[in-house]
């Protein structure tokens, strides 16, 4: 599976970015039975989950989040968006789009998912 994502880059605290994640099909991959999710890891800290949602379009989110992002797919142009309101500076860091391709999950596990190549979110205060 190759995941691409695109839409970071430096924004004021208060702003908004949206995030799009392009996944390409393969013979063991259908893009709408798959989960897929957005995780994110700051400088000198471990990576966590920010959003996920299902191939039934149940979403979680962290806590941190909450009510900020938004989580989207799109079955038809294979893709995932991650709308972020209202960043601040602790949402800095490299966002990362992953998808796992075992049908049914709630959520992808990201042990056993694909993950893309990352984009920088930077938020400055």
Do not use: H
Request: hydrophobic share 35%; charged share 15%; proline share 5%.
């Amino acid at each position: 599976v190759q995941l691409q994502a695109s839409g970071g880059g430096l924004v004021q605290a208060g702003g908004t970015l949206t995030l799009s994640c392009a996944a390409s099909e393969t013979p063991f991959m259908t893009f709408s039975n798959s989960a897929m999710g957005w995780y994110r890891q700051a400088p000198g800290k471990q990576r966590e989950m920010v959003a996920t949602i299902s191939s039934f379009f149940t979403t979680t989110y962290a806590d941190s989040v909450k009510g900020r992002f938004t989580i989207s797919r799109n079955n038809v142009k294979n893709t995932i968006d991650l709308q972020m309101n209202s960043l601040n500076p602790e949402d800095t860091a490299v966002y990362y789009c992953v998808s796992d391709v075992r049908p049914g999950l709630m959520a992808p596990d990201p042990e056993l998912s694909s993950w893309g190549q990352g984009t920088l979110v930077t938020v400055s205060s």
